[in-house]
């Protein structure tokens, strides 16, 4: 991390510290592109099942482009061209395609597939699976359709005191990717003291981009007076990212965009920390930045927490014949 060079402690004029990394991850960047190059190759209208990111500026961008979002698959004509989120989907919503004769490009985040994955084996190996994420999200209700007679949702450490399983000798854990990774660790705590022979994923669920992003915030919660995290409301990692500088002790909001800043928020604060969900494009932090100039705001330092450089190949629906052949050429 660099400063601007003042003696520890020393705050000499009002500072910005831009976070890195922030922002599109691997898994956003490819669903989104999967939009733009269905839209280019097939033409509009390019159906969606649910938002295909969770952010409102992405999904009304592809909106305006061509791309038609919908909550149900009854919502689009038999045979049309329908693009699955990156949250994943069921097999029950996978076979509603097939029946409707749909066109389908999957945009599965690679890393939700791979929870889908550890659901299907442990389910056949005849186990409980304590899948930990919250309810209601796009992702945990397609990873509970993979086995939802063998799968049980745990969404905080009170659940997991009082979870009941047929056989706590065939217990399992799994959770959603986008996960606070210390109410996650609380979590598991308590299962494995509950049923000491559970079984987790062989590498952890909680995908790198939410990790990286709460360490960074960690990293400077301490160094700040305010976290601004730029991302929609139903952005999971979005959230978590303002809980971990909050349990910090330092405030922290969940904005849009720079139209959300309150200027209450800028009382007495000499140091904000502005930062980006995994769905939130570059663009609003620009934005966002430029607009903290009218609070004196006019300093601004990069501060680099990790390096990424993690990138997902495009599904093979949109491989064309013709792309084909150009790399082949």
């Known amino acids: 991390m660099h400063s601007n060079g003042s003696p520890e402690g020393e705050v000499t004029r009002k500072r910005v510290i831009l976070l890195t990394p922030r922002g599109f991850c691997a898994g956003v960047v490819r669903a989104i592109d999967v939009v733009k190059i269905a839209l ?32 149900e698959l009854t919502e689009v004509p038999v045979g049309a061209r329908l693009i699955f989120s990156a949250h994943g989907v069921s097999p029950m919503v996978r076979q509603e395609a097939r029946d409707r004769s749909l066109k389908v490009i999957d945009a599965t985040c690679p890393l939700v597939t791979k929870v889908h ?19 209601e999200h796009d992702e945990v209700t397609g990873t509970m359709g993979e086995a939802p007679g063998a799968t049980i949702v745990v969404s905080s450490e009170e659940e997991a005191e009082v979870v009941a399983v047929p056989n706590p000798d065939r217990v399992c854990y799994l959770t959603q990717t986008t996960l606070s990774l210390d109410e996650t660790s609380g979590i598991i705590a ?55 500088c909050r349990n910090a002790g330092t405030p922290a909001y969940l904005v849009d965009d720079e139209r959300d ?8 604060v000499e140091t904000v920390v502005v ?3 995994a769905s939130a494009p570059e663009h609003l932090v620009e934005e ?42």
Request: net charge positive; with cysteine; proline share 4%.
């Open 190 to 244: 308590r299962l494995q003291a509950r049923f000491p022979k559970m079984q987790g994923p062989p590498a952890q669920d909680i995908c790198y981009a939410t990790e990286n992003r709460q360490l960074a915030v960690k990293a400077v919660a301490g160094k700040c007076q305010l976290l601004l995290v730029v991302g929609s409301q139903n952005s999971s990692n979005s959230r978590r990212m303002v809980e971990v």
């Open 117 to 135: 994955l550890e659901a299907l084996k442990f389910a056949r190996e005849g186990y409980t699976i304590l899948l930990i994420g919250h309810r």
């Open 275 to 277: 930062t980006a969900g």
């Open 40 to 71: 280019d190759m097939f033409k509009p209208p390019i159906y969606v099942r649910k938002e295909i990111v969770h952010n409102r500026h992405v999904v009304d961008e592809l909106r305006r482009a061509g791309a038609v979002f919908v909550e």
């Open 288 to 329: 966002l930045v430029e607009s903290l100039s009218r609070f004196g705001f006019h300093n601004v330092e990069q501060v680099e927490i990790k390096d990424e450089d993690v990138r997902f190949s495009l599904p093979g629906e949109l491989q064309s014949p013709a792309m084909l052949t150009q790399i082949a050429l």
């Open 261 to 268: 800043v309150d200027s209450a928020w800028m009382v007495g």
